[in-house]
């Protein structure tokens, strides 16, 4: 999937972060010229090639929004705190950014004329169903404040792009891998936690048994999506499911890693979490027909990917 043929002018919030990074070096290789605006408070701009224009600043700064949206044609928001159990203990935060600084772009936006936004959302939304996969038009419930935080984003991108005439695109995105995700010590996400573990012999732990099941879907996949869904035609006003179409529990994850590491895995069973759910497999029907969306990596390549071009793995591999 790629952009139509005409350049564009474009700003990423949290466009240092790992999708975001993926995504703007993916539009200036397609000819745009890429903005970036990200806090560094999960970023990094040595993700970013340099030619694209980084500012570090707040998603809030309006008067910062005003100068970095001067002619922009469309903004793919990605800006967000993103961890369930972090947002359990901090709801406040949470809401500052993911939905203050959702209004604040959209005032902002409106303010600068820009006449479309790609709002990143989030399968969080959701919560527990009563059947899989899940699609766009089940209602959701969410099980902490961050996945509250995304659904009233949502709700504010698409109340005030009806009123202020701004195109706006919701797509909400499964659980993303891919080289450098990033491990933070605290709420590491499941992949490279484990890969982590399996390859450096350590302990994996395993929630609830290992039973709950999610869409993984490639970082390349989720780009080529955000693409898309910037040029697409009648698209505005949807809502868009990204993933890979595909469930795997955490333990058949944890098998799959250990066939692809070749090393016996140290399964740790602990209690579950709270915020989590159950099963969350996303029907990508609707991504397909609007967007032309086509998963192209499978897990098991998606992870291969990751232990030969990821250096903190294919390094310990090699050993």
Request: charged share 20%; net charge neutral; glycine share 10%.
């Amino acid at each position: 999937m790629r952009l139509e043929t005409k350049t564009m002018n474009i700003l990423i919030t949290g466009g240092a972060g790992f999708i975001g990074a993926a995504l703007a070096n993916r539009l200036l290789l397609d000819g745009h010229t890429v903005r970036v605006l990200d806090d560094l408070s999960a970023g990094n701009p040595d993700r970013l090639h340099s030619d694209i224009f980084f500012t570090r600043g707040d998603v809030r700064d309006k008067p910062k929004l005003w100068r970095l949206l001067k002619r922009v044609d469309c903004v793919y928001h990605l800006a967000a705190r993103v961890s369930v159990p972090e947002s359990i203990l901090y709801p406040t935060e949470y809401n500052e950014t993911n939905v203050g600084g959702t209004v604040a772009l959209m005032e902002a936006m409106r303010d600068a004329g820009v006449q479309r936004v790609v709002f990143a959302s989030s399968a969080a939304i959701y919560g527990e169903q009563p059947r899989s996969p899940v699609a766009e038009d089940f209602s959701p419930h969410p099980t902490s404040p961050y996945g509250v935080s995304k659904l009233s984003a949502e709700h504010y991108v698409s109340t005030i792009g009806r009123l202020w005439g701004i195109e706006t695109v919701i797509l909400r995105i499964f659980n993303t891998f891919g080289p450098g995700q990033p491990l933070p010590p605290e709420h590491p996400p499941v992949i490279p936690m484990m890969l982590k573990q399996a390859l450096g012999g350590g302990s994996i732990p395993i929630y609830g048994g290992g039973t709950q099941v999610r869409d993984f879907v490639f970082i390349d996949d989720v780009v080529d999506s955000l693409v898309a869904a910037g040029s697409a035609k009648g698209v505005s006003r949807r809502i868009i499911n990204i993933g890979s179409g595909q469930g795997t529990s955490v333990n058949a994850l944890a098998k799959t890693i250990a066939r692809l590491t070749t090393r016996e895995l140290h399964l740790l069973p602990v209690p579950s979490e709270s915020g989590g759910v159950s099963q969350l497999v996303a029907d990508i029907s609707l991504a397909g027909e609007l967007l032309g969306y086509v998963p192209r990596v499978s897990l098991a390549d998606g992870l291969s990917l990751m232990l030969k071009h990821d250096a903190r793995f294919a390094k310990m591999v090699r050993v």
